[in-house]
C-alpha cells in the first residue's frame, strides 16, 4: 500500500506565501516523477508543477517566478514553495507521483493525494 499525504494548505492574503508539503509512504520500491496539481471550483485540474527523481523541475506559465518545487528524494516528499501568492491560486492542491511498489517493481503506478485547500484573500 503506498499512501500520498499532503499538508500546509490554508489562508492567505494576496502577496503572502505558503509552503505545501506532501510525503509518499508505503511499500515504496521508487519514485519517479512527482508534481502537484490545483483544482479550482469549476474548473479542470492543471498541473502546477512537477519535479523529476533528477531533479529536473516543470512548471505552469501561470506560477513561473513564484511557486518552487523541490523534493528529497531520500525521505520521498515533494514540496511547494508559493510565493506572491493571487486570488486566482485559490484551489485544492493536489499531490500527485509516479511509483514503482515493492510488490510490482516494474509497473508505475500514478498516487494521488487526498488534497489540500489554499485560499487566497484579496
Known amino acids: 500500500q503506498v499512501q500520498l499525504v499532503e499538508s500546509g494548505g490554508g489562508l492567505v492574503q494576496a502577496g503572502g506565501s505558503l509552503r505545501l508539503s506532501c510525503a509518499a509512504s508505503g511499500s515504496i520500491f521508487s519514485v519517479n516523477v512527482m508534481n502537484w496539481y490545483r483544482q479550482a471550483p469549476g474548473n479542470q485540474r492543471e498541473l502546477v508543477a512537477g519535479?523529476?527523481?533528477?531533479?529536473?523541475?516543470n512548471y505552469a506559465d501561470s506560477v513561473k517566478g513564484r511557486f518552487i518545487i523541490s523534493r528529497d528524494n531520500a525521505k520521498n516528499t515533494v514540496v511547494l514553495q508559493m510565493n506572491s501568492l493571487k486570488p486566482e491560486d485559490t484551489a485544492v492542491y493536489y499531490c500527485?507521483?509516479?511509483?514503482?511498489?515493492?510488490?510490482?517493481?516494474?509497473?508505475?503506478?500514478?498516487?494521488w493525494g487526498q488534497g489540500t485547500q489554499v485560499t487566497v484573500s484579496s
Open positions: 519535479i523529476t527523481s533528477g531533479g529536473r523541475t
Open positions: 500527485n507521483a509516479i511509483i514503482r511498489s515493492l510488490w510490482s517493481r516494474t509497473v508505475e503506478s500514478e498516487y
